[in-house]
């Protein structure tokens, strides 16, 4: 069994998943296997994954009901000791970043989630540094990139990804998995990279309401605090929104050469 399962998540991105193998690929530590779960790709994103024969990889290529109903396909084949969703286009932050990690996550230390901080890109500007919020801000949105989360396998079992989601499985997963367990730890470095043109933030409303979903059925927040978070959400977008800049500098750090 090795000690990481990477699962990435794939449909018609054929550069995409190149970018994310070639960061495997790059990897000086090498206890870790492959899932990668395509959705049925139409212009060789497929055939390119099934040519990846290695030992350490699976590939599995089938229709899907959307990003988080493969992601569950991931978990059902992933066999590692810890699951991280690195999907097409993400990748590490360096080829030391298993290297680094994996004397915490194979030491002695009980830890069931690992998380650290991540570099965003805006398109092709520089990458910014943005450093999670820690899992104490889960009660106010989703404190960390789950590309930058290790979640431990045996505490995850039988927790699955909620496909009624559209934005907010992730959240709704990790605030859920948050009450399995207390072992988690939080390591001050950038685990990954990935690009900040995503659905996400292209439907940035969804994702408001299903956070206040997460808040009110998972977490069981007060009504009060939910409204609180929902103002919060909407002066931190139109900030985005009307003064990018000075939102940048004050929620991410440039990265410099």
Request: contains cysteine; proline residues 3%.
């Amino acid at each position: 069994m090795a000690l990481i399962s990477v699962v990435t998540v794939v449909r018609n991105d054929c550069d995409a998943l190149r970018k994310t193998h070639d960061s495997l690929a790059g990897q000086l530590f090498r206890d870790f296997e492959w899932v990668i779960i395509d959705g049925a790709s139409t212009d060789g994103t497929a055939e390119y994954a099934l040519s990846i024969r290695t030992s350490d990889t699976q590939v599995v290529s089938e229709r899907d009901s959307g990003i988080f109903d493969a992601m569950n396909k991931g978990i059902d084949r992933a066999t590692g000791a810890f699951v991280i969703f690195l999907n097409a286009g993400d990748v590490f932050a360096s080829e030391r970043t298993l290297w680094d990690l994996a004397p915490l996550l194979s030491g002695p230390e009980p830890i069931d989630l690992l998380y650290g901080d991540s570099l965003e890109r805006f398109g092709s500007a520089r990458p910014v540094y943005k450093p999670t919020r820690g899992q104490k801000s889960v009660n106010y949105g989703m404190f960390c990139c789950h590309q930058s989360i290790f979640y431990r396998r045996t505490v995850i079992d039988d927790l699955r990804y909620d496909v009624r989601f559209r934005i907010a499985g992730d959240y709704d997963f990790t605030a859920r998995f948050l009450k399995r367990t207390k072992n988690t730890y939080r390591i001050p470095m950038a685990v990954s990279i990935f690009d900040l043109t995503g659905a996400s933030k292209q439907l940035e409303h969804i994702g408001r309401y299903e956070n206040w979903r997460v808040q009110r059925d998972v977490l069981h927040l007060p009504v009060l605090r939910r409204l609180a978070n929902q103002v919060t959400y909407l002066l931190t977008s139109g900030l985005r929104r009307i003064l990018p800049g000075a939102y940048r500098t004050f929620r991410f750090k440039t990265v410099h050469d």
